[in-house]
T-cell receptor
Framework: NAGVTQTPKFQVLKTGQSMTLQCAQD?????MYWYRQDPGMGLRLIYY???????DKGEVPNGYNVSRLNKREFSLRLESAAPSQTSVYFC????????????FGPGTRLLVL | GENVEQHPSTLSVQEGDSAVIKCTYS??????FPWYKQELGKGPQLIID?????GEKKDQRIAVTLNKTAKHFSLHITETQPEDSAVYFC??????????????FGPGTSLSVIP
């Protein structure tokens, strides 16, 4: 039982390049989330997926897209990376989606030059 | 919308002393308050949580208190140890009653326990 896994762990991009951050969970959770973490700002929600086949915008969705590929996997795509997207990205999953504990992956550190 | 403030932003304590981190929230509809610990290079991990129908909860050396009237909640760590050094996040959630659990995080407190 690996919990929540994320790939890659670290990535450097040039402005304008695209990439996809992968997330998978093996806990049979319904809901999955993508957050970004910036110094002094806590965790901010980018997108979430309440269940397989559905996705919705969070607090800071601009510049990102997501895909809930199946119940296990939730990917985050940067179509044209910008320096402002330099951050640490965390994926999280949750069983029921209603006032339950979220379990976080180890994070992806992204640097956009 | 909900806003969560957290103080202090940094905290240093001697090993064995107690540490207290305080958070306030703005939306009285919030009903679930988790605390996460984030060690260097890792993702946040839940350490304790409290729901709005309870005023205090304790788990060994950590405890959380909730004052719904004042809209603030606190994390208390007693007999601190070096391995307690980490960034701690408080959060507030409303449990929308739908399939979306909107969680708002505080900015974090960096705790250093000095041996």
């Amino acid at each position: 039982n690996a919990g929540v896994t994320q790939t890659p762990k670290f990535q450097v991009l040039k402005t304008g390049q695209s990439m996809t951050l992968q997330c998978a969970q093996d806990m049979n959770h319904n809901s999955m989330y993508w957050y970004r973490q910036d110094p002094g700002m806590g965790l901010r929600l980018i997108y979430y997926s309440a269940s397989e086949g559905t996705t919705d915008k969070g607090e800071v969705p601009n510049g990102y897209n997501v895909s809930r590929l199946n119940k296990r996997e939730f990917s985050l795509r940067l179509e044209s990376a910008a320096p402002s997207q330099t951050s640490v990205y965390f994926c999280a999953s949750e069983f029921a989606g209603v006032v339950e504990t979220q379990y976080f992956g180890p994070g992806t550190r992204l640097l956009v030059l | 919308g909900e806003n969560v403030e957290q103080h202090p932003s940094t905290l240093s304590v001697q090993e064995g002393d107690s540490a207290v981190i305080k958070c306030t929230y703005s939306d009285s509809a919030s009903n679930y308050f988790p605390w996460y610990k984030q060690e260097l290079g890792k993702g946040p991990q839940l350490i304790i949580d409290i729901r709005s129908n309870v005023g205090e909860k304790k788990d060994q050396r950590i405890a959380v208190t909730l004052n719904k009237t004042a809209k603030h909640f606190s994390l208390h760590i007693t007999e601190t140890q070096p391995e307690d050094s980490a960034v701690y996040f408080c959060a507030a959630s409303m449990g929308m009653g739908t399939s979306y659990d909107k969680v708002i995080f505080g900015p974090g407190t960096s705790l250093s326990v000095i041996p």
